[in-house]
């Protein structure tokens, strides 16, 4: 009888939000997600989202060989970009206003720094991007992207999500990210899209393999 087999995949980051949420995308696909408790984050680059996350997946799918526990990876490489400020954060997103400030803080000087900005007055446009990677056991990489277009809220808003979801307003539903529930959220966000692309290549990639018994 053949199968389609279920196959793990360790995921290459140490953001919890991230997590949770491709914990939900990955719903009912043939993967279990999981992470590998010795993963060491490489340093990332300042100018590629895909490159950033390509040496994620690779950071630790060395890590996983090393180990002699070879498996699939994934690694999820993502931002905020606004437009007035010249698509900053962008890919340096996780860093934005230095180590020492908190979500809550970063979120306060986004606001107060794109209302500085000379055109912030007349353009609030953002928009999230994703870049996700994926390397098969069998060595092979999948690489996808995703975005979804948005504004920079006058004041935060919602308690859901996480970083800069409550700045982030979706003009559809006329609400920021950190107000959707995380079956909306996973509907429209950039992560989805990304992940929608990649379950997609993989399944039309056979991946995983099925299984006889
Ligand atoms: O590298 P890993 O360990 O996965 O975690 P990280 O948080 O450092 O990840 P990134 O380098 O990809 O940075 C992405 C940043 O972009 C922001 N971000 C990405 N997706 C987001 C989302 O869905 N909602 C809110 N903020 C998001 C958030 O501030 C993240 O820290």
């Not at 993502?78 to 340096?92: I, K, M, T």
């Not at 107000?179 to 692309?197: D, P, Q, V």
Request: glycine share 10%; aromatic share 8%.
């Amino acid at each position: 009888m053949r199968n389609a087999g279920r196959a793990r995949v360790y995921v290459a980051t140490k953001n919890v939000g991230k997590l949770r949420e491709m914990e939900q995308l990955f719903g009912d696909a043939p993967f279990d997600l999981a992470t590998f408790g010795k993963y060491e984050d490489p340093i990332e680059g300042d100018t590629s989202y895909a490159d950033n996350a390509a040496l994620k997946a690779r950071a630790l799918h060395a890590q996983l060989t090393r180990a002699g526990q070879p498996g699939n990876v994934l690694a999820d490489d993502s931002g905020l970009e606004v437009y007035a400020l010249d698509r900053r954060p962008g890919v340096l997103t996780a860093f934005y206003g230095g180590a020492e400030l908190s979500w809550a803080e970063r979120r306060t000087r986004l606001i107060a720094e794109l209302e500085a900005s000379p055109l912030g007055a007349s353009d609030r446009r953002a928009r999230f991007v994703c870049a996700l990677h994926f390397i098969g056991a069998d060595g092979r990489e999948f690489a996808t992207m995703g975005t979804v277009d948005g504004e920079i809220a006058p004041h935060e808003r919602g308690e859901l999500g996480f970083s800069f979801d409550p700045v982030f307003l979706y003009p559809p539903l006329g609400r920021t990210f950190a107000e959707l529930s995380g079956e909306e959220k996973n509907r429209c966000s950039h992560r989805a899209i990304a992940t929608a692309a990649l379950l997609a290549a993989l399944s039309l990639a056979g991946v995983p393999a099925e299984v006889h018994d």
